[in-house]
T-cell receptor, first 113, second 113 residues
């Protein structure tokens, strides 16, 4: 079945460091891909999305490119801030009748000043 | 601009008790769903609905019931609470075109003693 695999955390970085969180997926076809962020004590918020191969999603300095060849959607940011500390979830979604999201297990990012 | 509203935010139950977690959205979304979030497991789909009067099971439906009598509301019922149902529960909604992100509520933290 469809699945999402993302790197285990926690990921601990110093402020202004470069961030990569790996995400790969298994699916028959080309789903939409998402990154969600969960700040402490809050619900999930959409960070960025891509709906077809080679699309690049971007928001708040974060980027991810939908790579069909490697079935990947890695999250990157050039310079992280303490305020980026959160749990990041990669997810895929099929549309149509089901519209179900399949999540990875989440990656905790801790940014130190 | 309420979005997805979940009540209550916190609840403690005794084993065997029943309760209903409420979820309401004001975005006229067709699709609504319930997830549970457990450490190290990401979010898992409990039940979902693609419109009023239509519900279906997700990955972990046992012990939970849902109904969808209106577009706005999608309550989740625990029939006889068990300690294994201790978790954080999230409700989400979206359009059903397969590209639009799901909007999440702030969650209900449920403890079963």
């Amino acid at each position: 079945g469809d699945s999402v695999t993302q790197m285990e955390g926690p990921v601990t970085l110093s402020e202004e460091a470069f961030l990569t969180i790996n995400c790969t997926y298994t699916a028959t076809g080309y789903p939409s891909l998402f990154w969600y962020v969960q700040y402490p004590g809050e619900g999930l918020q959409l960070l960025l999305k891509a709906t077809k191969a080679d699309d690049k999603g971007s928001n708040k300095g974060f980027e991810a490119t939908y790579r069909k060849e490697t079935t990947s959607f890695h999250l990157e940011k050039g310079s992280v801030q303490v305020s980026d500390s959160a749990v990041y979830f990669c997810a895929l979604m099929w549309g149509g009748a089901t519209n179900k999201l399949i999540f990875g297990t989440g990656t905790l990012l801790a940014v130190q000043p | 601009n309420a979005g997805v509203t979940q009540t209550p935010k916190f609840q403690v139950l005794k084993t065997g008790q029943s309760m209903t977690l409420q979820c309401a959205q004001d975005m006229n979304h067709e699709y609504m769903s319930w997830y549970r979030q457990d450490p190290g497991m990401g979010l898992r789909l409990i039940h979902y609905s693609v419109g009023a009067g239509i519900t279906d099971q997700g990955e972990v439906p046992n012990g939970y019931n849902v109904s969808r009598s209106t577009t706005e509301d999608f309550p989740l019922r625990l029939l006889s609470a068990a300690p294994s149902q201790t978790s954080v529960y999230f409700c989400a909604s979206s359009k059903t075109d397969g590209t639009q992100p799901q909007h999440f509520g702030d969650g209900t933290r449920l403890s079963i003693l």
